[in-house]
């Protein structure tokens, strides 16, 4: 069973970059046909779409949010990696990484991980 | 404000059968599968159905997708007090050049 694992500062100033880590368990990351998300989730707020990487490494990121947006994968590591630069406030909420066979058909969901911007 | 409409709120009581509404457009619903996610509070999201109407493994039949045009339902019958959760539908949309984007979310009480 494929599980996902968030790491990185729970805690990063304005203006600085975003950087967390998912490590996948159970499955390789490389292997064909996953897809590999980060979503997030304002406090008390819906889901909002950051962007995902697929196995071959293409990336599609939210619009809104694209201009500040980089997702990777270190295959070695069988961990992929969001990096979200400029951070506001507006960008405190809980990270979640994720993982399935279509971009849409999320199988696989880390715990969370809150993100708070302040300085 | 998502382009995916739900209403932000439904209940019911035990055993009674609930649905949940999700309102989109021909460039999201009307042309791509429907998926559906349920959230507990403090958990993170679990998918409850995909491509429309799918269910994965372990997900009670209870629970059933439909799509008509530009709107899908969720419904879930023999409610339950677990069942009380956030839901949310989610789909691809052809108009925008990124990822799928999700509903608002309607909160299920089960009362």
């Known amino acids: 069973q494929v599980q996902l694992q968030e790491s990185g500062p729970g805690l990063v100033k304005p203006s600085q970059t975003l950087s967390l880590t998912c490590t996948v368990s159970g499955g390789s990351i490389s292997s064909g046909g996953y897809y590999w998300s980060w979503i997030r989730q304002h406090p008390g707020k819906g889901l909002e779409w950051i962007g995902y990487?697929?196995?071959?490494?293409?990336?599609y990121y939210n619009p809104s949010l694209k201009s500040r947006v980089t997702i990777s994968v270190d295959t070695s590591k069988n961990q992929f990696s969001l990096k979200l630069s400029s951070v506001t406030a507006a960008d405190t909420a809980v990270y979640y990484c994720?993982?399935?066979?279509?971009?849409?058909?999320?199988?696989?969901w880390g715990q969370g991980t809150l993100v708070t911007v302040s300085s | 404000q998502s382009v995916l409409t739900q209403p932000p709120s439904a209940s019911g009581t035990p055993g009674q059968r609930v649905t949940i509404s999700c309102s989109g457009s021909?460039?999201?619903?009307?042309?791509?599968?429907v998926y559906w996610y349920q959230q507990l509070p403090g958990t993170a999201p679990k998918l409850l159905i995909y491509r429309n109407n799918q269910r994965p493994s372990g997900v009670p039949d209870r629970f059933s997708g439909s799509k008509s045009g530009t709107s899908a339902s969720l419904a879930i019958s023999g409610l339950r007090s677990e069942d009380e959760a956030d839901y949310y539908c989610?789909?691809?949309?052809?108009?925008?050049?990124?990822?799928?984007?999700f509903g608002g979310g309607t909160k299920l009480t089960v009362l």
């Open positions: 021909s460039s999201n619903i009307g042309s791509n599968y």
């Open positions: 989610a789909a691809w949309d052809d108009s925008l050049s990124g990822p799928g984007v």
């Open positions: 990487i697929y196995y071959s490494g293409s990336t």
């Open positions: 994720a993982g399935g066979f279509e971009v849409l058909r999320i199988d696989y």
